[in-house]
């Protein structure tokens, strides 16, 4: 058996080992290191920081690994343990310092909605390659001038949309392109969660409008929204229906982790954004829209979905059962119906092949925050924007901005784009 050099020691003691000749990294000597910092310790700093890790493994070819240098977080025990926890060499509760660190190169935004903005815009203003987590701001107009100030700047950037890189969706996209399912008619998806359901959770800066924007629709409709727009175009129109069916909840003291409960004494505080959203819509070809999400959808512990139907047949894809999708194509003649087909995903399909050589094994969300990690490296090697770049991030916001206003006046809206 041949060990490395730190078990030389059993060889010389007669172990029965030999000391190899060489050393093991997981990189080569041309890899380009690129140092990340995080900005924020909260829920999906974990998710970010395993996929970093797993990058080198899953993607051996890029040409780019990641270095976690520092992380940031304003409250100095949850930044001092995250680091520890997550591997990263240094921490700091100033933002600023992280962003502006010349041993920086990506920033990675996971803190709440309202900070995308500023942490965003001055991690650009440094030249730093930005992956911000959806929704990417506030509003459109913030959006919007994240997006050109990265163009500008000529920096890459990524949206979390972790779901377009999922390889049903990838093949789904195929189908449409290749004109396997012929003209794309209509487009409906959902998000529905129960994550919310229970009135007695506290209100945390999920239900503040100025801090987190939209609710349901923002948080988790904008997945659906951005799976629509990349598989059948720009939204152009929208009717919006959002409503809050849970109007007060507990008043939050303290840090809060995922799922805590308020104190039983506590004042109800007022909900400022929708629990429940569905939304019509009309794409630029003239197909139909219908997105459903909801954050108190009771037996739906998290249940994403999307369905195309076309000239020539339809498909299904659901996260829950992510290693497969279902294809229901016409006959020839109009009379024969052939059955609905169960395409079960593997190595042939998108990205599957660096995770699993064998097919039927369903993919998680840190395994596409992987394939979304490896779209950012890869652009920035490459001089390019990756995808879901900050442009398709602002495209989202427009949509959501238009279904709030229809929401308010009870009509259509037209989308800006």
């Not at 990506?106 to 650009?124: K, S």
Request: hydrophobic letters at 40%; a negative charge; charged letters at 20%.
């Amino acid at each position: 058996m041949c060990w490395n050099s730190r078990h030389a020691d059993q060889a010389a003691n007669g172990g029965g080992t030999k000391e190899c000749s060489m050393t093991i990294s997981p990189t080569t000597d041309t890899t380009r290191r690129l140092r990340v910092a995080l900005i924020g310790a909260g829920l999906m700093a974990k998710s970010h920081t395993l996929a970093y890790g797993a990058l080198p493994t899953l993607f051996p070819a890029l040409g780019a690994a990641p270095e976690l240098s520092v992380l940031a977080d304003v409250d100095d025990a949850r930044a001092e343990s995250g680091a520890r926890q997550l591997g990263f060499s240094r921490w700091t509760s100033d933002w600023r310092e992280a962003v502006n660190d010349p041993e920086v190169d990506v920033v990675d935004i996971v803190t709440p909605n309202w900070l995308h903005y500023e942490v965003a815009m001055e991690a650009i203003a440094a030249g730093k390659h930005v992956y911000c987590e959806k929704p990417l701001a506030i509003t459109a107009k913030e959006a919007r001038a994240m997006w050109e100030a990265a163009r500008e700047a000529g920096v890459s950037t990524v949206v979390g949309f972790s779901y377009l890189g999922n390889p049903g969706v990838q093949l789904i996209k195929r189908l449409i392109d290749d004109g396997t399912l012929g003209d794309v008619w209509s487009i409906k998806g959902h998000f529905v969660v129960d994550a919310n359901a229970d009135p007695s959770l506290p209100r945390t800066w999920h239900y503040e409008r100025s801090k987190a924007g939209l609710g349901a629709l923002g948080d988790i409709g904008s997945h659906v929204i951005s799976l629509v727009q990349a598989l059948g175009g720009p939204i152009t129109r929208v009717f919006g229906d959002l409503a809050t069916v849970v109007p007060q909840r507990p008043e939050a003291s303290g840090a809060l982790s995922y799922g805590s409960k308020a104190a039983a004494d506590a004042p109800l505080l007022p909900v400022e954004n929708d629990d429940v959203a569905t939304v019509l819509g009309r794409l630029a070809n003239g197909a139909s829209v219908v997105i459903e999400a909801s954050r108190v959808g009771n037996g739906h512990p998290f249940d994403l979905g999307v369905e195309v139907f076309g000239s020539k047949g339809s498909v299904r894809f659901s996260q829950q059962d992510s290693y497969k999708v279902e294809l229901f194509l016409r006959g020839e003649e109009p009379a024969v119906f052939p059955g609905t087909t169960t395409v079960t995903l593997g190595p042939g399909h998108g990205d599957y092949a660096a995770f699993w050589p064998f097919p039927g094994v369903t993919l998680g969300l840190h395994e596409l925050k992987a394939i979304e990690i490896r779209n950012l490296f890869q652009a920035i090697l490459d001089g390019t924007q990756a995808y879901p770049s900050f442009e398709d991030g602002w495209r989202v916001t427009e949509v959501l901005e238009a279904a709030e206003r229809s929401s308010r006046a009870g009509a259509w809206e037209n989308v800006s784009h």
